[in-house]
C-alpha cells in the first residue's frame, strides 16, 4: 500500500461500467457508498445493439424510461428470419405488450446509464483498473491504478461488471464454463438508401448465421457467426469476405443492396459463445451481466441479462449489507434459473434448422451436449 495515501472507502466496488455494472451502480448508489471503475474513460464502438422490448418494464422499474425514450434510438419493429426453410418469416413486434423493441446506439447507450450512475451518486473513476485484491475479515483491500498511481480502497463487497473475462471473480477461483466455439465477425457502415425498415434480419448459412439490423443516424451492422475452428472463421475477420460470403445469401443480400449498405472501416471480429461463471458469486463478491452469463448474440438477451442483473444485484446488494447472510445464495439461485431457461431456448432455436445438419456447425448444435455449458 502506498504510503501516506489516503484510503478510500467504500461499501461495493464495481469493475467494469458496462450496462451491467452501471446498472448495478445506479440502483445501489442511492443508499450506499459505490465505487464504479472502467479500463477505458469511455464506451469503446462495439457491436450488440438490439434491445428486447421487455427491457422496457426493466428501464420503469429504474425509473428511467423517460429518460430513455428522449435518447433518440430507433425502435425495432419486429425481426425478419430465413431459419429452417428457404422463405422468410416475419414476427412484428405489434402484439408485444411492451411495444418495440430498440436499435440503440451502443455508445451512446453505455454513456448515459454512466452518467445516470454518477447522477444517482456513484463515484466513476476511469480509466482505472485493480490491483492487488486481498480479502480481509469483512471485506476486501485493493489498489486501483489510476493515471500511474495507485489507490488504496477498501471496500465491503465487490462486484465483477467486467464482461465475458470474469477478470476479478476468476482471481477468486472461479471458474469460466464455456459452452461452444461461436465467434463473430461484424461490419458497420451506411445505409446510402436512407430507407430504413426498422425489422432486425437474421439469416442461416451453412456454416453458422448472420444478422442484419438498422442503426439510428442510418447506420447499419452486418454480422456472420461461426466457430472458431471452422474454416469461414477465416471469412469472418475480413470486410471483403464477410461481403462476399453474405452476397451468396438470398435475402440478406437483397436487403443490404436495397438499403445502399456501405460497409465503413475493417471487420470487427470477437468472442460470442455461451458461457457461465461458477460460481457466479461467492463471500464477499457477485458477478453481474456477461462476467456471470455470457450468451449466444442468437438470443438477442445481452444486454436485458445485463440491465437485470444488475438491478437484481444491487438489490441482493443490499440485503447483504443490511447482514442478510441468505442474500448472495439467493441471487446464486436466480442466476442458475436464468441460465436453464436460456440454455433450453438456445437448443430449440438451434434444432429448428435442419438444412445442412451434416456439417460440422449445425451438427455440434444438434447433439446431445448441444452448445449452453
Ligand atoms: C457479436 C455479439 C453481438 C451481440 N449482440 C447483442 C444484441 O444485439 N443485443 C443484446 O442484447 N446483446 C447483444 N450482445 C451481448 C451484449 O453485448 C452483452 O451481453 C453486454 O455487453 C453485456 O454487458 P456487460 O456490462 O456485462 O459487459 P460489457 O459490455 O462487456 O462491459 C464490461 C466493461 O468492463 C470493462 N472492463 C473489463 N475488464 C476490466 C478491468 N480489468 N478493469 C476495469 N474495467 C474492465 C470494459 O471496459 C467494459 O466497459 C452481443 C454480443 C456479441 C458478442
Avoid at 123 to 135: H, M
Avoid at 166 to 186: E, F, I, K, N, Y
Wanted: aromatic content about 8%; some cysteine; glycine content about 14%.
Amino acid at each position: 500500500m502506498p504510503g501516506g495515501t489516503p484510503v478510500i472507502e467504500a461499501d461495493a466496488v464495481v469493475v467494469g461500467a458496462g450496462p451491467a455494472g452501471a446498472a448495478f451502480a445506479l440502483n445501489l448508489a442511492p443508499s450506499r457508498r459505490v465505487l464504479l471503475v472502467d479500463r477505458r474513460d469511455a464506451p469503446a464502438v462495439r457491436i450488440g445493439e438490439s434491445l428486447a422490448p421487455a427491457a422496457r418494464r426493466l428501464l420503469a422499474d429504474m425509473g428511467l424510461w423517460e429518460d430513455f425514450l428522449a435518447q433518440g434510438h430507433a425502435p425495432c419493429h419486429g425481426g425478419r428470419s430465413v431459419w429452417g426453410g428457404p422463405e422468410p418469416v416475419e414476427a412484428d413486434g405489434l402484439r408485444d405488450p411492451d411495444g418495440p423493441g430498440w436499435h440503440l446506439d451502443r455508445a451512446r447507450f453505455e454513456g448515459w446509464l454512466r452518467g445516470v450512475a454518477s447522477a444517482r451518486g456513484a463515484a466513476l473513476l476511469v480509466p482505472a483498473q485493480p490491483r492487488g485484491v486481498a480479502r480481509e475479515e469483512d471485506g476486501w483491500r485493493l489498489n486501483l491504478a489510476y493515471k500511474g498511481r495507485l489507490l488504496p480502497v477498501r471496500a465491503r463487497l465487490l462486484v465483477d461488471a467486467g464482461g465475458r473475462a470474469s477478470p476479478l471473480a476468476r482471481g477468486m477461483g472461479a471458474r469460466r464454463q464455456t459452452g461452444d466455439r461461436l465467434v463473430c465477425g461484424w461490419l458497420h457502415g451506411r445505409d446510402a438508401a436512407g430507407r430504413q425498415s426498422g425489422l432486425t434480419h437474421i439469416e442461416a448459412d451453412p456454416d453458422g448465421w448472420w444478422y442484419t439490423a438498422p442503426l439510428p443516424g442510418n447506420r447499419r451492422v452486418l454480422a456472420f457467426h461461426t466457430d472458431a475452428d471452422l474454416p469461414a472463421a477465416t471469412d469472418a475477420r475480413d470486410r471483403g469476405a464477410l461481403m462476399r460470403r453474405a452476397s451468396e445469401r438470398a435475402f440478406l443480400s437483397g436487403i443490404l443492396s436495397g438499403s445502399g449498405f456501405a460497409p465503413e472501416g475493417e471487420a470487427g471480429f470477437c468472442a460470442a459463445h455461451s458461457s457461465a461463471l461458477d460460481p457466479p458469486a461467492g463471500e464477499g463478491w457477485l458477478a453481474v451481466g456477461d462476467a456471470a452469463l455470457g450468451f449466444d448474440p442468437l438470443s438477442s438477451q445481452g444486454l436485458f441479462n445485463a440491465l437485470y442483473t444488475g438491478l437484481a444485484a444491487a438489490e441482493a446488494a443490499d440485503r447483504h449489507l443490511a447482514g442478510d447472510g441468505t442474500a448472495l445464495a439467493d441471487y446464486r439461485a436466480g442466476i442458475a434459473s436464468i441460465r436453464d431457461a436460456y440454455r433450453a431456448h438456445l437448443r430449440a432455436w438451434y434444432g429448428l434448422e435442419r438444412r445442412w445438419a451434416e456439417r460440422a456447425f449445425w451438427s455440434r448444435r444438434h447433439g446431445a451436449d448441444m452448445t449452453a455449458p
